[in-house]
C-alpha cells in the first residue's frame, strides 16, 4: 500500500485525527495535508493538495472529512483523476471502491460515528475494484476535450 493522504477542514478535523490514530496502530503511512487544528479552515486548501498527489502518484488512496462531506467531495472532484464518494456506512464504502474506483473515502464528520468511520475506512482499504462492467462505465467519467 502507498502512502495515504488525508485531508479535513475544522469540521473533519476530530474524525481526521481518529484516523491518524487507527494508521498510527497500524503501521500504515499517510501524509497529512491537513488542518492541524480545529480552527476554522476552508476545506479546499487541504482537498487541492490531496487530489494533487493523488495525480501525481506521490499518495493513494485519500481520505477526505469535512462537516457534511460534501464540500470536500465536490471540491476533489473538480480534478479529472479523482473519484471522491461521500461514505456513511461501510457497504456504501465497500461499493465505492468495488464499482466506482473510488480513490478518495469521503467521510461527513459531523454526521458519522468514530465506530462507523473506522468500519468504513477498513472496508474502503480492504476492497478492491472489480473491474469488468463497471470499468466501462469509470472509463466514461473524464470530461473530454476540455477548453474545446
Known amino acids: 500500500m502507498k502512502t495515504i493522504g488525508l485531508a479535513a477542514d ?9 484516523i ?3 494508521l498510527d496502530a497500524k503501521g500504515i503511512d499517510y501524509k ?9 479552515f476552508d476545506y479546499p486548501d487541504a482537498a487541492h493538495p490531496l487530489a494533487n498527489a493523488i495525480e501525481k502518484g ?6 477526505a472529512v469535512c462537516g457534511s462531506g460534501n464540500g ?3 471540491t476533489l472532484n473538480k480534478h479529472q483523476g479523482i473519484r471522491a464518494a461521500l461514505c456513511w456506512t461501510a457497504e456504501i464504502a465497500r461499493l465505492a471502491r ?7 473515502l469521503v467521510l461527513p464528520g459531523r454526521f458519522i460515528s468514530e465506530e462507523e468511520a473506522k468500519k468504513a475506512l477498513e472496508v474502503f482499504l480492504s476492497t478492491t475494484f472489480e473491474g469488468g462492467r463497471h ?3 469509470i472509463d466514461k467519467i473524464p ?6
Request: no cysteine; glycine share 10%; hydrophobic share 35%.
Open 72 to 74: 470536500i467531495a465536490i
Open 20 to 22: 491518524r490514530g487507527l
Open 58 to 63: 506521490e499518495v493513494y488512496p485519500g481520505i
Open 143 to 148: 470530461v473530454k476535450d476540455l477548453g474545446k
Open 10 to 18: 475544522h469540521a473533519g478535523f476530530e474524525i481526521k485525527e481518529f
Open 98 to 104: 468495488a464499482h466506482n474506483d473510488a480513490n478518495v
Open 32 to 40: 497529512d495535508f491537513g488542518t492541524f487544528t480545529p480552527e476554522s
Open 135 to 137: 470499468q466501462r462505465r
